[in-house]
């Protein structure tokens, strides 16, 4: 089991940064890799980072790359979502999400894919 509570949300101008955090208990965080996503009013769930177990390895969709940074503190059980230059379409409930399975090449993206998750945390850009 793998417990995951998100925190960091807020309203923040265009342009502007705001910094996500994911804390996780239960099973042995760097066992598993750590994912974002968010999901808009009336949007499907959408990808928004990946990060490996020992944080090597990270992965964004093109809506994001660039500005978008995920990061983990195995130490602290945390992962985080750095959010730079932000956009009002980047408005949206962003979820952290813990996936157990391994892959050797393989980028999981979509909801499905991930094993548990938090409530989420709710960031609003005006513009």
């Known amino acids: 089991q793998v417990q995951l509570v998100e925190s960091g949300g807020g309203l923040v101008q265009a342009g502007g940064s705001l910094r996500l955090s994911c804390a996780a208990s239960g099973r042995t965080f760097s066992s598993y890799a750590m994912g974002w996503f968010r999901q808009a009013p009336g949007e499907e769930r959408e990808f928004v980072a990946r990060?490996?177990?020992?944080?090597?390895?990270?992965y964004y969709p093109d809506s994001v790359k660039g500005r978008f940074i995920v990061s983990r503190d195995n130490a602290k059980n945390t992962a985080y979502l750095q959010m730079n230059s932000l956009k009002a379409e980047d408005t949206a409930v962003y979820y952290c999400?813990?996936?157990?399975?391994?892959?050797?090449?393989?980028?999981?993206?979509?909801?499905?894919?991930?094993?548990?998750w938090g409530q989420g945390t709710q960031v609003t850009v005006s513009s």
């Open positions: 990060i490996s177990t020992r944080g090597a390895n990270t």
């Open positions: 999400a813990a996936d157990l399975n391994h892959y050797s090449s393989y980028v999981p993206s979509l909801p499905s894919e991930y094993d548990y």
